[in-house]
């Protein structure tokens, strides 16, 4: 063949080992082709993560998606090419220049560019004969291309074909006609590269165990299935990415786990497509008042738009769950690029002394237990909560441990019905709706339907006493706003508690949130290896838990890893410890892309002086 | 049959047995003279004379002078004074918790018109069942006098000077949007108000009534549009409504077969129109169309009920809920069962 070839395998055999990116062309229907890959690998015991950095396009733009296989289980990105499949023409050049000295190029031979580097393996496809070949129906063609670099790499690195059926028939959904079009290229592009690629690359995969009793599944369908399991009534919502499939999966999901097994064939929940984010929260505001488990589902923008209902929800009480899938911002920002960039903006929305329950799932399992969980907290506390998740974790595919049924009863928190009422009657004790009779902050409410004399009141955004009155009186508006934050003393002892590694002999300490975690993982560990070990906490909350600020207090050196350029986490830690923020160092960035391993080590090692 | 009008005479009670008193609410802080006083007290005689339980009914505002009205009546039943312009999804969600209350929303020009057009024109399109009233005074009252949308072209005001816009005629926003029910009404005729709130109430979707509710304090200057003397000048009556609920006999005095038309509503009750000058079909939505846009400059006050589709499905139509409210369903009806989360691990691939 007249490529350059001239370099032969030198290294050892590579196995398990490594990171495969695929350039293609956005619509293309690479992404079937990339995420059956993903799911054969996951199928074979190995574990694996994909990532799909993705244009704000619907079709054309270059798109890429990277898949690590690691037999250490690291899921975080990694800043390095074993392998690219280039088949978009307009990033041959630049894809080339990625991969890494010794390792392997794979291109669609169409492309008649040169290829330059002479310092990897070369492997030219043949994708439109092979296509043709297998006699695909000519408006599928360009679809069904992409099928062609999945059968050559099961050849050459040794994926099973079997395990690609089986990534097939999920992915179609059993429709056969697609399942075996699709497989037959796959064969033949496989056979292909048995006959005419010699092996020059050190790579392969071989069949583990670590997999066996894991789910593969993305955050927000985790995040909708663990509302279901948390009993959601009511779904506002409004479409934007990365949030969207969030939404989707309710619509999807629901009607199969929701029917009523009492008045059959009924349904327990409503989902309402709204015109705007600002009626989406109104409506699940709304619907939270009216005793609803209520949520609705956005990304920064939306949030944006939704500050003036939130800070309504905190002053009048309303229980409503609300799911951001960050994105970048500012403004529009990078609609398809992640970031860990709205927890500023979740702790200070809406005018006036505002405070936010915000939750900060940092797994597909955490997203499923936040799902359920999120309501339960949201009843207890009357109040919104928000849960920060964001596009990498919500919208790519994430191998995780099954989801687990909820371990404790729903708490519907203080609500007062017909004989609630009548039972506190004979008690001689007066119900009030902002009246604190527990002495933790949180009263109790009564809701819509309820018959019982003077259980019904009237709510409002405006000054009011502890029966719901209006008021202007200056006591009255301080006491309630003190009850209000005593609430939040009390949102302290019930969140999810920070998740800690405590090491002997740690020289410093790491604190990150969400998904920052897969990246912090693999960077503590190579930390380890050179002799560096740390202690870490990942923050799960907000308000902050008494271990947070323990956890601050013990570490004269902590670094706040986070994806954003300010350094967001490590403001609020800041303000929550001031007596202790020179223990704080800021080591965050907002590239678009998740945190890797290597940068994370990179930016301690240089803050360590190493 | 015992007529609720006996009832009244005889005892000083409705056929549930409350009282006048048992419909009202906080005294009202609005400026004596009000419009939207006046409203109020037809929205209590409304259902009192409905016998309908005031815990059946959940009241919903945004923010304005009206906004506040709900305050003052029905004082036993729940309600949720919202954000300004944003009255319409809460209510949309709130009703969601129980299907069998009925909703009842106070709303301005300014609220409904300006700040919160977008939403008032999709609760319309989704047809929730909830008589939405738009206490329409030309004017923002509570932020002391500037013009609102619905303020007509040329009218001068003291802070502001004259208004160089057209107005926006809430109507036929409400007639474009696919409402259901379409009535404009005048705080000074309060026999009208007092029967379109009630077939509003009864209605099976949404009911929007735009009430011209004078503003004593910064708008009532004679012969303008939003005035008492105005309305008064002005009004133009489609026909003489009255509401007659179901099981209740039509009786009907002197009146002559050809001269009334009758709507029957969803659950049996009739609107009786008796025609006056002109023989208007309020079932006719392009003549609806029509007349308004006739009327929209013709510096006449056309009130009644303008358009009616008794028999559209409900949002509530749309959807599969059970009978029993969502809000008293058990934690045994929202959480799927145990076994089933194996079912769901495995369609994770
Ligand atoms: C977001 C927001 N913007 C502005 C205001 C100030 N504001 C309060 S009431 C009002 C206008 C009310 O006018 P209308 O709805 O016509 O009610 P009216 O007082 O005339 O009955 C305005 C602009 C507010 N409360 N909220
Ligand atoms: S200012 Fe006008 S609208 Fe407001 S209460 Fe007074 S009269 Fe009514
Ligand atoms: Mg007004």
């Known amino acids: 063949m007249g490529y350059p070839n001239s370099i032969k395998q030198i290294q050892p055999d590579v196995v398990n080992n490594f990171c495969i990116t695929f350039s293609t062309i956005n619509g293309s229907g690479s992404a079937t082709a990339n995420v059956t890959l993903l799911r054969a690998l996951f199928k074979m015991g190995i574990p694996v993560s994909g990532k799909n950095i993705f244009p704000s396009n619907i079709q054309g733009l270059p798109t890429w998606y990277t898949l690590r296989i690691s037999k250490h289980g690291f899921l975080g990105r990694l800043e390095k090419d074993d392998i690219v499949v280039a088949m978009n023409p307009a990033t041959f050049y630049k894809e080339q220049e990625f991969v890494l000295p010794g390792g392997a190029f794979y291109y669609a031979d169409d492309i008649k560019l040169p290829v330059t580097r002479t310092d990897i393996a070369v492997y030219p496809m043949p994708v439109k004969k092979i296509v043709q070949e297998a006699n695909v129906p000519p408006k599928l063609r360009d679809y069904a291309a992409n099928m062609v670099y999945v059968g050559v790499l099961a050849q050459m690195l040794g994926i099973e074909l079997d395990k690609i059926y089986l990534a097939l028939d999920f992915h179609f959904k059993g429709k056969s006609s697609a399942i075996d079009l699709n497989f037959s290229i796959i064969k033949l592009a496989a056979q292909w590269a048995a006959a005419h690629l010699e092996k020059r690359d050190p790579y392969y995969v071989e069949p583990m165990s670590i997999t066996k009793d894991h789910i593969m599944t993305d955050g927000n369908t985790a995040a909708a299935l663990g509302s279901i399991y948390g009993g959601v009534q009511f779904v506002a919502w409004y479409p934007i990415t990365p949030a969207s499939s969030l939404a989707e999966a309710l619509h999807e999901y629901a009607p199969l786990l929701r029917q009523d097994p009492v008045e059959t064939g009924k349904e327990t929940y409503a989902i309402v497509q709204a015109e705007d984010e600002i009626a989406a929260i109104g409506m699940a505001i709304g619907a939270g008042w009216g005793g609803l488990r209520a949520m609705t589902s956005t990304s920064g923008p939306g949030l944006s738009l939704m500050t003036e209902y939130l800070g309504l929800a905190y002053f009048a009480e309303t229980p409503v769950v609300v799911w951001d899938i960050q994105r970048m911002g500012p403004s529009t920002g990078l609609p398809t690029r992640t970031a860990q960039g709205d927890l500023t903006e979740a702790y200070f929305l809406s005018h006036g002394d505002t405070q936010y329950v915000i939750l900060l799932p940092g797994s597909v399992k955490e997203c499923f237990e936040f799902g359920w969980k999120a309501f339960d907290f949201a009843e207890r506390l009357q109040t919104p909560v928000i849960v920060l998740s964001d596009l990498d974790l919500g919208m790519n595919q994430w191998m995780s441990e099954p989801f687990e049924y909820p371990n404790q009863p729903m708490d519907r928190g203080k609500v007062l019905w017909e004989d609630d009422l009548e039972k506190l009657s004979h008690k001689d004790l007066h119900w009030g709706r902002y009246l604190d009779l527990d002495g933790d902050g949180i009263p109790y409410r009564t809701l819509p339907g309820n018959t019982y004399p003077g259980s019904a009141y009237f709510t409002r955004g405006t000054g009011h006493d502890e029966f719901g009155s209006y008021s202007e009186e200056a006591e009255v508006w301080e006491r309630v706003m003190k009850r209000l934050s005593k609430k939040f003393e009390t949102a302290r002892s019930i969140l999810p508690k920070p998740v800690m590694d405590i090491q002997e002999n740690s020289k410093f300490g790491i604190i990150s949130c969400g998904s920052a975690d897969f990246a912090i993982h693999e960077a503590r560990y190579e930390l380890e290896q050179a002799g560096i070990v740390t202690d870490y906490m990942r923050i799960r909350s907000i308000p902050f838990s008494n271990e947070v600020r323990d956890f601050i207090r013990d570490h004269e050196r902590i670094y706040v890893v986070e994806l954003n350029r300010d350094g967001q986490l490590k403001q609020l830690l800041t303000l929550e410890t001031p007596e202790f923020a020179t223990h704080l160092r800021q080591i965050s960035r907002a590239d678009g892309l998740p945190l890797s391993a290597r940068w994370i080590k990179e930016q301690i090692l240089v803050e360590e002086g190493r | ?349």
């Open chain 2, 1 to 349: 049959m015992i007529s609720a009008i006996n009832v009244i005479q005889e005892q000083g009670t409705n056929a549930i047995g409350l009282s006048r008193n048992d419909y009202r609410g906080a005294p009202s802080s609005l400026c004596q003279g009000c419009g939207h006083n006046a409203i109020a007290n037809q929205i209590i005689s409304a259902c009192y004379e409905l016998n309908i339980p005031p815990e059946q009914i959940v009241k919903f505002s945004g923010i304005g002078c009206s906004s506040k009205s709900p305050a003052y009546f029905l004082g036993r039943s729940f309600g949720f004074n919202g954000l300004h312009g944003r009255m319409p999804s809460l209510a949309l969600g709130a009703l969601f918790a129980n299907k069998h209350l009925r909703g009842l929303g106070v709303s301005g020009d300014g609220d409904t018109a300006s700040i919160g057009m977008g939403q008032f024109k999709h609760l319309l399109r989704r047809n929730l069942p909830f008589l939405y009233i738009v206490e329409n005074n030309g004017v923002y009252g509570l932020t002391k006098g500037q013009f609102a949308p619905t303020a007509e072209q040329g009218l001068t005001l003291k802070k502001q000077g004259v208004n160089p816009y057209e107005p926006i005629d809430i109507c036929l926003e409400a007639l474009a949007s696919n409402a259901t029910f379409v009535a404009r009404s005048f705080a000074g005729d309060p026999r009208q108000v007092k029967e379109l709130i009630k077939a509003g109430l009864m209605h099976r979707g949404i009911a929007v009534i735009d009430i011209i509710s004078p503003c004593v304090t910064f708008h009532n200057r004679e012969g303008t549009l939003h005035s008492y003397t105005g309305g008064k000048e002005t009004e133009s009556p489609l026909h003489e409504i009255s509401f007659v609920p179901r099981r209740e006999e039509i009786v009907l005095e002197n009146f002559s077969e050809g001269q009334i038309r009758e709507v029957r509503l969803h659950d049996g009750s009739v609107i009786v129109l008796k025609k006056l000058s002109r023989d208007y079909d309020p079932t006719n939505r392009s003549q609806a169309l029509c007349m308004l846009a006739d009327e929209f400059n013709s510096g006449r006050l056309v009130t009644g009920l303008i358009y009616i589709d008794p028999d559209r499905p409900s949002m509530f139509d749309a959807y599969n809920l059970p009978e029993t409210p969502l809000n008293r369903l058990s934690e045994d009806r929202l959480r799927p069962p145990r076994q089933s989360i194996e079912k769901v691990n495995a369609l994770m691939f």
